[in-house]
């Protein structure tokens, strides 16, 4: 397995990619950046890419984003189209080690931040290498406002579930297939077929 694309894919569609997301750039064209993560994720698969879980770990702030499904399809992307989402917004998911001995075991949080208050949800994950495939369910819901936690509690859907997370099948879960991921920022599809991209976040 190798983590890396090979020099002969190092084509247009990586350096639309790296331009998108390093800031002080003119940023692509959203229609261009979509076309990119479609390269990606097809060169992806044919050269069979492994990424390590600690690759995952972090804080990562979601970047861009479809409104929906997207394919290639000969060649030519179909599907929803995509936008670069505003820094302000503050939408960010983490990934963190369950425990010190099974790494692929992770917590997950994904969270909004508009304006004084900031919307939080927090589970489990758990991610497969082989497939660079992460699949999460989410367990408690936090609202709050100002710094301050007006509500804390079970995620709704929650509430009558009692299989442990650890035997629910991949089929009744969410999922993140990530095809991109350097030292900086991260892309991947998710189950409803939409992409996205996510940088590091920093203070």
């Not at 009692?162 to 189950?191: C, D, H, K, V």
């Amino acid at each position: 397995m190798t983590h890396q694309l090979s020099s002969s894919l190092e084509t247009d569609f990586l350096s639309t990619l790296e331009t998108a997301v390093t800031p002080g750039t003119s940023r692509p064209a959203a229609k261009a950046v979509v076309y990119a993560l479609l390269q990606a994720e097809k060169a992806a698969k044919q050269q069979h890419l492994s990424y390590p879980t600690n690759r995952l770990l972090g804080d990562w702030r979601l970047y861009f984003t479809t409104s929906g499904a997207t394919n290639l399809k000969q060649g030519v992307a179909v599907g929803k189209g995509g936008f670069y989402v505003p820094k302000w917004v503050g939408a960010q998911i983490s990934f963190h080690p369950a425990s010190e001995d099974r790494l692929q075991e992770l917590t997950i949080a994904n969270q909004v931040k508009v304006g004084l208050g900031l919307l939080r949800l927090m589970g489990q994950a758990r991610y497969l290498e082989q497939k660079n495939l992460l699949v999460f369910d989410f367990t408690q819901i936090q609202f709050k406002i100002l710094g301050k936690t007006l509500y804390q509690g079970q995620f709704p859907n929650r509430r009558n579930s009692t299989q442990p997370f650890a035997e629910r099948p991949i089929s009744q879960l969410p999922f993140f297939t990530f095809f991109w991921i350097t030292e900086n920022s991260i892309a991947a599809r998710g189950r409803g077929g939409g992409l996205a991209i996510w940088v590091r976040a920093t203070s």
